[in-house]
């Protein structure tokens, strides 16, 4: 199988390179026939963009290239951020014995072999093993419960790499022996730095075509951050205009070699865009609401999550404010099952607007968690007499519901419960004091700024009077 397009992995999910080797790390050399990104790959360290924060002099990253440090690495990070080319450069090293497995077609076995093997070259004083890991995340806890004792001797220097939290991925133990490093998505200067290379690099397209500023601003866009997103691209749009003997890609070459931009939807970006969508609703700002609702549908989110997270919120945080905030919510939930995407995409859209635009009340999450939190504190105590159930044979003899006064009957309409009242104080209603939404959109904030930073707004905007609903 084909990993990364780096190198082709034998049925085992092993391959492995002697120190000293012809061959790079026993990877076959480039062909002129390979994919762009393959044969652009950095040849030195120094080659390497995008990743300024680990390449500082006796930076982790440096000396696990240089192999002047046997540190066992976990590399994080998106999908063309770097992880296989390090790899690469590692294993271009020739005082080290490296082997290449993906976590995919590997397994216990696998890896104890290759554990077995590297202990017998120690003892026989041949050069340290370099084992390579890709997708480490896609391990089982045994899987990876087998390479403990080897990085913890330096059997073998551990370079494993995933683009999943490895805190959510890797076990603790492996983690704590390991030095994790996180790989950033690459900017837009870095990607059209890597482009232009390409363009006039021998390895890459030999100056062959130009590309014009216009799909070269294209190109970078899509890519995401993804340096091998773009430079697929790039190649797909060079063999486009060659195609048609023209010399430059231009902004229509490029647009039609790349349709649609992949959204990258992983563990992470599932609990970071619900929390962006959460809280840009919270904050009453539609627009984010929107993108991010948006964000998620495109990128195949269950539409029946996004649907309970809505009826959730609408209790959550709009709760008395605006009561008929659930109804929505509860009724977008339904359109979801009833109705199913795409047409159901209407439906959430329409909750998100009501949500986001209705005034906001936290009351009734914090009088639930107050009460909550009084009864785990042990201040529950009995039922008061008056209250208990008084419908069966010989309840009244025990003085069951004794004194009980019917809120009905009382001209007052309403009755004291009991003798004992705990009151919490109600909180602030924020949000748009009206429920008119047809008014403009809330000024631009900070829930889809260019930076996608998600922070905490606090509104100053006047809210609807408080209605005491907290009060016990």
Same mark, same amino acid.
């Given at each position: 199988m084909e990993t990364d397009g780096l190198f082709s992995l034998a049925d085992s999910g092993v391959r492995t390179a002697p120190a000293g080797s012809g061959a790079v790390g026993g990877f076959s050399p480039p062909g002129a026939d390979s994919p762009l990104p393959v044969r652009m790959r950095p040849a030195t360290i120094d080659e390497l963009v995008g990743q300024d924060h680990l390449l500082a002099p006796g930076a982790p990253l440096r000396q696990l290239v240089g192999g002047s440090t046997p540190m066992s690495v976990i590399l994080w990070g998106p999908p063309g951020s770097g992880k296989t080319t390090i790899a690469h450069l590692v294993a271009a090293a020739t005082d080290r014995r490296f082997v290449a497995m993906s976590a995919l077609s590997a397994g216990v076995k696998d890896v104890r072999a290759v554990i077995d093997t590297a202990r017998r070259e120690r003892r026989a004083g041949g050069p340290p093993t370099v084992l390579f890991i890709d997708e480490v995340h896609r391990f089982s806890k045994t899987q990876q419960d087998s390479l403990l004792a080897a990085v913890e001797d330096r059997t073998v220097t551990l370079l494993a790499a995933t683009t999943e939290n490895p805190y959510f991925s890797v076990i603790s133990p492996l983690l704590s022996r390991c030095v994790l490093l996180t790989l950033q998505p690459l900017d837009e200067t870095a990607v059209r730095l890597l482009v232009r290379r390409a363009i006039t690099d021998e390895r890459g397209l030999g100056a062959a075509v130009t590309l014009s500023p216009d799909a070269e601003d294209h190109l970078v866009?899509?890519?995401?951050?993804?340096?091998?997103?773009?430079?697929?691209a790039l190649e797909a749009a060079a063999s486009s205009a060659k195609a048609r003997e023209a010399t430059e890609i231009d902004l229509s070459t490029a647009e039609q070699a790349v349709d649609v931009a992949a959204v990258r939807y992983d563990r992470d970006a599932h609990y970071d865009v619900t929390s962006a969508f959460i809280k840009s609703m919270r904050g009453s700002d539609v627009d984010a609401a929107l993108h991010w609702l948006a964000r998620m549908l495109v990128a195949g989110e269950d539409a029946r999550f996004i649907a309970r997270r809505i009826v959730i919120f609408a209790s959550e945080d709009v709760g008395m404010a605006d009561p008929s905030a659930l109804s929505v919510a509860t009724a977008a939930a339904h359109a979801v099952e009833y109705?199913?995407?795409?047409?159901?995409?209407?439906?959430?859209?329409?909750?998100?607007?009501?949500?986001?635009?209705?005034?906001?009340?936290?009351?009734?999450?914090?009088?639930?968690?107050?009460?909550?939190?009084?009864?785990?504190?042990?201040?529950?105590?009995?039922?008061?007499?008056?209250?208990?159930?008084?419908?069966?044979?010989?309840?009244?003899?025990?003085?069951?519901? $004794?004194?009980?006064?019917?809120?009905?009957?009382?001209?007052?309409?309403?009755?004291?419960?009991?003798?004992?009242?705990?009151?919490?104080?109600?909180? $602030?209603?924020?949000?748009?004091?009206? $429920?008119?939404?047809?008014?403009?959109?809330?000024?631009?904030?900070?829930?889809?700024?260019?930076?996608?930073?998600?922070?905490?707004?606090?509104?100053?905007?006047?809210?609807?009077?408080?209605?005491?609903?907290?009060?016990?």
């Open positions: 866009r899509l890519a995401g951050g993804d340096v091998r997103k773009a430079l697929t109705v199913g995407l795409p047409e159901a995409q209407l439906n959430l859209a329409q909750a998100v607007i009501h949500l986001a635009t209705a005034p906001k009340s936290n009351s009734a999450t914090t009088a639930i968690g107050a009460a909550v939190a009084d009864v785990r504190a042990g201040r529950g105590g009995a039922v008061p007499r008056h209250l208990r159930d008084s419908h069966y044979p010989g309840s009244r003899g025990l003085g069951h519901g $004794t004194g009980y006064r019917y809120p009905h009957d009382d001209p007052r309409g309403s009755s004291p419960s009991s003798t004992r009242r705990t009151t919490w104080p109600a909180p $602030t209603t924020t949000g748009p004091a009206s $429920t008119d939404r047809s008014g403009p959109s809330p000024p631009a904030s900070p829930y889809f700024a260019g930076s996608c930073e998600v922070r905490m707004l606090r509104s100053a905007t006047a809210c609807a009077a408080r209605r005491g609903e907290a009060r016990w």
